[in-house]
T-cell receptor, first 114, second 113 residues
């Protein structure tokens, strides 16, 4: 079946640094990928829609200059958390449309900002 | 703004019981309603999904019931097992947003032996 891979699965960084998370569709091409954020014991909140070859579309309240999204190929989207702060600590999950509008999710990337 | 409302927040059933999780929505543009299962520290995994042209869908022990007029849908887990203990999320997607999913708040299910 369709597989979406995220890397890294865990990352710890110091406050003020930037962190890049990769999302890859392994056996299918995805013109659109979605980035979600999930705080502990909460639901998944859509952050942005990543479109191959064009600018991402951000949800209201999500700072596009802080959460940089690049979708340079049909199998890779990256999310860069710039100048990370402790409040950015969360579980970041990407998903991609693997066909028939079925979203396949990655395993998630847990970010801890010290 | 929560576009999909899910209840209950948590649920405890005995092994063999049939937990039922309910969701409701308002946006009539939604035409895709999946359910996801999530274990701690893992990404959500698609369990089963339904579209509005059918009122019920079964896959193994999982059944979705869909009431288009009431804008409600529910997940039933037949013969529940301790391994089903997880958090379940309902979601809804619409074509005009590229099927970016709107998730319910989740239901934490515990199936006791």
């Amino acid at each position: 079946g369709a597989v979406v891979s995220q890397h890294p699965s865990w990352v710890i960084c110091k406050s003020g640094t930037s962190v890049k998370i990769e999302c890859r569709s392994l056996d299918f091409q995805a013109t659109t990928m979605f980035w979600y954020r999930q705080f502990p014991k909460q639901s998944l909140m859509l952050m942005a829609t990543s479109n191959e070859g064009s600018k991402a579309t951000y949800e209201q309240g999500v700072e596009k200059d802080k959460f940089l999204i690049n979708h340079a190929s049909l199998t890779l989207s990256t999310l860069t958390v710039t100048s990370a702060h402790p409040e950015d600590s969360s579980f970041y999950i990407c998903s991609a449309n693997s066909g028939a509008n079925v979203l396949t999710f990655g395993a998630g990337s847990r970010l801890t900002v010290l | 703004q929560q576009q999909v409302k899910q209840s209950p927040q948590s649920l405890i059933v005995q092994k063999g019981g049939i937990p039922i999780i309910n969701c409701a929505y308002e946006n009539t543009a939604f035409d895709y309603f999946p359910w996801y299962q999530q274990f701690p520290g893992k990404g959500p995994a698609l369990l089963i999904a339904i579209r509005p042209d059918v009122s019920e869908k079964k896959e193994g022990r999982f059944t979705i019931s869909f009431n288009k007029s009431a804008k409600q849908f529910s997940l039933h887990i037949m013969d529940s097992q301790p391994g089903d203990s997880a958090t379940y999320f309902c979601a809804a997607g619409a074509p005009n947003s590229g099927y970016a999913l709107n998730f319910g708040k989740g239901t934490s299910l515990l199936v006791t032996p």
